[in-house]
Each structure stands twice: as structure tokens, then as C-alpha cells.
């Protein structure tokens, strides 16, 4: 069973920082391309960020842009988010995931997530 557990979410004010952290087991990690997804108060899921297999490639959504930054340790099956400049439009439940093939950014072909952890941006 594929089993995602985030960690790292908080309450920080605008302009504050946090790192986000993907604990993963049961999958091919280190082959595996993987996303972070969000999820904001009274709205539906969105795709934010993913990182391809090896590390060297990331995309992000235009809202975060310049500001995330996605990074993995295959060695430990552990993948992070870095948030910097964080806004309050960046307050949502963020899990990471994993979708059905790369480069996917539809959220319903994401077959698996994780339980979420929350950020909170607020002055």
C-alpha cells in the first residue's frame, strides 16, 4: 500500500517561510515522479508543484512560482517543498502525491495522496 505522510505545515505571517517534508513508502520512490497538491478553504484541490524522478526537473504552478522550491533525497524516500514569501492566498491543506503519469497536472488522474498537513498564513 502506497502510504504519503506530510509534515512541516504551521501558522507564519506574510513574508515568513516553511519547509514542507513527504515521508513514502510502498512505491518505487526513486523512479516515481512526484507533486505537491493544495488545497485552500471552500475550494477544490490544486496542482502547486512537481519534481521528476531524478531531481532535476521541476515545474511549478504560476502562483508560486519564485517562490517554492521542490526537492527530493532518494535516498531516504523523502520529498520537500521549500515556501518562501508566503502570501495568504497560500493558506490550504497541502499533500503530496502521485499521479497516474508524468507531467500530469489534472488533479483527478492523481491516484495517490497523503493525509495533508495544514499552512496557515496570517498576520
Known amino acids: 500500500e502506497v502510504r504519503l505522510v506530510e509534515s512541516g505545515g504551521d501558522m507564519v505571517q506574510p513574508g515568513g517561510s516553511l519547509r514542507l517534508s513527504c515521508a513514502a513508502s510502498g512505491l518505487s520512490f526513486s523512479i516515481t515522479d512526484m507533486s505537491w497538491v493544495r488545497q485552500a478553504p471552500g475550494k477544490g484541490p490544486e496542482w502547486v508543484s512537481t519534481?521528476?524522478?531524478?531531481?532535476?526537473?521541476?515545474f511549478y504552478a504560476d502562483s508560486v512560482r519564485g517562490r517554492f522550491t521542490i526537492s527530493r533525497d532518494n535516498a531516504k524516500n523523502t520529498l520537500f517543498l521549500q515556501m518562501d514569501s508566503l502570501i495568504s492566498e497560500d493558506t490550504a491543506l497541502y499533500y503530496c502525491a502521485v499521479a497516474r503519469w508524468p507531467t500530469e497536472r489534472r488533479v483527478r488522474y492523481y491516484d495517490y495522496w497523503g493525509q495533508g498537513t495544514q499552512v496557515t498564513v496570517s498576520s
Open positions: 519534481i521528476n524522478f531524478g531531481g532535476d526537473r521541476a
